[in-house]
């Protein structure tokens, strides 16, 4: 089994979020909070597969969280020495979550992350057992394995010539088409709009603007896409 957690940005935190270090950074805490936690079998997802060798899974996020548009969510995986298969005797569980059970909060009725709950497992660090999943110090946050997702169809392309002019182009991820009359709204480094123009017929907008731009928010009906 592993343990799935979903961290939400929320969509007017976005751009706050960004000033950290763009999609991919994982400076968050002060911009959303662990909004799902679930235990998933892997033999639920794929009863057929042996316990030897690497498989890959799919996990419907779905089922999980339902999506805001124009949200960033980071998808944390991990587990502990229960879900693994490895035979160890006479051993100890690790601090991780229950299969099923409702998700630990604290005082405040926040979901305590996985990352804290497999921190505590370094009360009991011993270097020399770091690699031997048959104890507690195996389980660390070090295992724990994450990715930002942004659930979004929109492509931008944006660059800035000599000449200070900005150029947007928006596509269909899908079908790799124009999008025309998207919104393009262009944000300084101190998160100032500067200017907001809606793509030409080639899915393209031409500006230029006081101060550098610093993002570039994209909105066509309810998707967002950011740079």
Not at 164 to 172: H, I, S
Request: overall charge negative; hydrophobic content about 35%; aromatic content about 10%.
């Amino acid at each position: 089994a592993v343990q799935v957690e979903i961290f939400k940005v929320y969509e007017n935190n976005v751009l706050q979020f960004l000033q950290n270090g763009g999609l991919d950074n994982n400076y968050m805490r002060a911009v959303g909070r662990v909004v799902a936690q679930k235990r998933i079998s892997l033999e639920s997802l794929n009863p057929k597969v042996g316990q030897s060798g690497w498989t890959r899974y799919g996990i419907d996020l779905d089922a999980i969280v339902k999506e805001e548009e124009g949200a960033v969510y980071q998808v944390r995986i991990g587990f502990s020495k229960k879900d693994a298969i490895w035979d160890c005797s006479d051993s100890e569980d690790a601090n991780m979550m229950d299969l099923d059970n409702e998700p630990e909060r604290d005082e405040s009725g926040e979901i305590i992350s996985l990352n804290t709950i497999a921190e505590r497992n370094y009360s009991y660090y011993d270097y020399e057992k770091r690699e031997d999943p048959c104890y507690k110090q195996y389980y660390t946050a070090r295992r724990i394995v994450k990715r930002n997702v942004l659930g979004s169809n929109l492509g931008v392309l944006a660059k800035r010539g000599k000449d200070k002019e900005l150029f947007v182009a928006v596509t269909d991820l899908k079908t790799t088409e124009p999008i025309i009359s998207a919104s393009v709204e262009i944000y300084d480094n101190v998160l100032q709009r500067i200017a907001k123009l809606a793509t030409d017929a080639d899915g393209i907008i031409r500006t230029k603007t006081e101060f550098d731009p610093a993002y570039v928010v994209v909105t066509n009906h309810k998707q967002k896409g950011y740079l």
